[in-house]
T-cell receptor
Framework: GEDVEQSLFLSVREGDSSVINCTYT??????LYWYKQEPGAGLQLLTYIFSNMDMKQDQRLTVLLNKKDKHLSLRIADTQTGDSAIYFCAERVGGGADGLTFGKGTHLIIQP | GAVVSQHPSWVICKSGTSVKIECRSL??????MFWYRQFPKQSLMLMAT?????????EQGVEKDKFLINHASLTLSTLTVTSAHPEDSSFYIC?????????????FGPGTRLTVT
């Protein structure tokens, strides 16, 4: 079955890098996503990676995928107070008509 | 970017009544929409896939007679919680697939918080 795991909390100092980790179980995942949810707001797609890629960088965000270990990470460089939110890892198995399977989310806490 | 709206943003209803939640794609047509529910400090759980012009596909364990889904147009899907009970209190979130993009982006609505008293 499908299962996505994340640690529930991560605390970092402002200006440091944040690394949020995620593991998944379904080896047939096609796309893996990172979403951000701020209090009272909907989910915002941050970035995604296709399963045949190892790395993707987009400004302050770097996604690393280790397909062998089924491990996905999101690195946020120069973490700012505005980055405080819950970050969800999600996977899609199959084509575009499929819903996503989400992890429980990692609450990123920024210390001044 | 693509925008998905939900209405209402929050609703309180009495046990035994029915509540309808709307999900609209505002600037694109969505042949497929999805309904999720999220309990406090929990993940989003996919409830059903809503396809325009056809019956919804429900995930295992989701009662289709309790959670009625109608996708009558390419921009609107509705979720009706029938005979609501306190255990149905949750955050309901919809998303829509935007066609034509290679990565099959799903755009999420802001969610509807349902409280059943």
């Amino acid at each position: 079955g499908e299962d996505v795991e994340q640690s529930l909390f991560l605390s970092v100092r402002e200006g440091d890098s944040s690394v949020i980790n995620c593991t998944y179980t379904d080896s047939s995942s096609t796309y893996l996503y990172w979403y951000k949810q701020e209090p009272g707001a909907g989910l915002q797609l941050l970035t995604y990676i296709f399963s045949n890629m190892d790395m993707k960088q987009d400004q302050r965000l770097t996604v690393l995928l280790n397909k062998k270990d089924k491990h996905l990470s999101l690195r946020i460089a120069d973490t700012q107070t505005g980055d405080s939110a819950i970050y969800f890892c999600a996977e899609r198995v199959g084509g575009g008509a499929d819903g996503l399977t989400f992890g429980k989310g990692t609450h990123l806490i920024i210390q001044p | 970017g693509a925008v998905v709206s939900q209405h209402p943003s929050w609703v309180i209803c009495k046990s035994g009544t029915s509540v309808k939640i709307e999900c609209r794609s505002l600037d694109f047509q969505a042949t497929t929409m999805f309904w999720y529910r999220q309990f406090p400090k929990q993940s989003l759980m996919l409830m059903a896939t809503s396809n325009e012009g056809s019956k919804a596909t429900y995930e295992q364990g989701v009662e289709k007679d309790k959670f009625l889904i109608n996708h009558a147009s390419l921009t609107l899907s509705t979720l009706t919680v029938t005979s609501a009970h306190p255990e149905d209190s949750s955050f309901y979130i919809c998303s829509a697939n935007r066609p034509g993009l290679a990565i099959y982006e799903q755009y999420f609505g802001p969610g509807t918080r349902l409280t059943v008293t």
